[in-house]
């Protein structure tokens, strides 16, 4: 495989190659008293994770359900996790950067005391898996970036961001797949940068209700788009040419990161195949309204997910 490199990948790198070589949960010598929780109560952790990722992503948890039991559990303890740590952000009402501080502590925390149920299944989790530590914090790192930053200049500094709050969460779901080498990183770090893509671009309007707008501002301006565009829904030609733009290089990402896929292991391949496809659906959905992100939220059906499977296994 020849993986082709954008100069902004460059940074992403090394941050990823830096995270993989931290010292990994599970690693050191803890007394078993310190990590042990009743099998009961962990069982109503994960319980709990896969509620969570029921409610709030149909697409991650029919992916989770191609993968074998213990890494379903896992990756959507990991979901559930990251989850949560947005939201600690995005609907705080006050106290944002204490109650996310906080939370980095019990998170981060090589000892298994709390009595918060996502944290358990978390923390079972990145033991059980060694997941480096260093990638969960970077991410906890850009979701608190959210609570001084809402605008970006350029591409570049978008990508830094989206590995943040998405390619670490890729980074971590390799170790919980399982992979064949480190050449898996800069897939997983390209995928991940491609579907936080997919999701500002599904988001505007809803993020500039919230008072953030995560589009390049020098693309907008390339288009000839002003803020004032945005906040009056213009979906006029420069919206369209912009919007076509933004979805061929995120296509084109996902092309490149898929090849990666054969670098998992292969009870996990199907699974994050299936996620990265389906989520690419959203994309297509986008073009069928006409690039209507202000007034309805792009998506696909179940049927419309479900019927995309058989193709792609016999792609994979």
């Known amino acids: 495989m020849v993986l082709r490199m954008h100069s902004w990948e460059s940074r992403l790198l090394d941050w990823a190659q830096e995270g ?6 599970g690693e050191s010598l803890l007394d078993e008293t310190e990590t042990y929780v009743r099998p009961a109560i962990l069982h109503r952790a994960y319980q709990r994770c896969e509620q969570v990722t029921r409610e709030h992503s149909r697409t991650f948890f029919l992916a989770s359900n191609l993968l074998p039991a213990e890494k379903r559990l896992a990756i959507r303890a990991l979901y559930a996790f990251c989850r949560v740590s947005d939201d600690l952000v995005d609907r705080a009402v006050e106290d944002a950067a204490a109650k996310l501080s906080d939370w980095k502590e019990q998170a981060l925390q090589q000892i298994n005391h709390t009595e918060n149920l996502i944290l358990l299944a978390w923390n079972d989790t990145r033991l059980r898996f060694r997941v480096p530590w260093r990638y969960a914090e970077q991410l906890l790192e850009g979701i608190a970036c959210d609570l001084q930053k809402t605008r970006y200049e350029t591409f570049d500094e978008l990508a830094s961001y989206s590995y943040r709050v998405a390619s670490t969460v890729g980074l971590m779901s390799m170790h919980i797949i399982g992979y064949h080498s480190k050449d898996a990183i800069p897939y ?8 936080q893509l997919t999701n500002i671009l599904r988001d505007v309007g809803e993020d500039w209700i919230n008072g953030r707008l995560y589009l390049p501002l020098d693309d907008l301006a390339r288009f000839g788009i002003t803020e004032q565009d945005i906040e009056e829904k213009r979906m006029d030609n420069r919206w369209k ?3 076509r733009f933004q979805i061929e290089r995120t296509r084109q990402l996902y092309a490149e990161a898929m090849p990666g896929i054969r670098l998992l292991h292969p009870d996990g391949r199907f699974a994050i195949a299936a996620a990265a496809e389906l989520y690419q659906g959203i994309l297509d959905d986008i073009e069928r309204h006409d690039y209507d992100v202000f007034h309805r939220r792009a998506h696909l059906s179940s049927l419309q997910k479900i019927i995309r499977l058989p193709g792609i296994w016999f792609r994979l």
Do not use: I, N, W
């Open 20 to 25: 993989y070589e931290t010292s990994r949960y």
């Open 241 to 243: 040419d912009f919007m």
């Open 188 to 195: 997983a770090v390209k995928l991940g940068v491609a579907l």
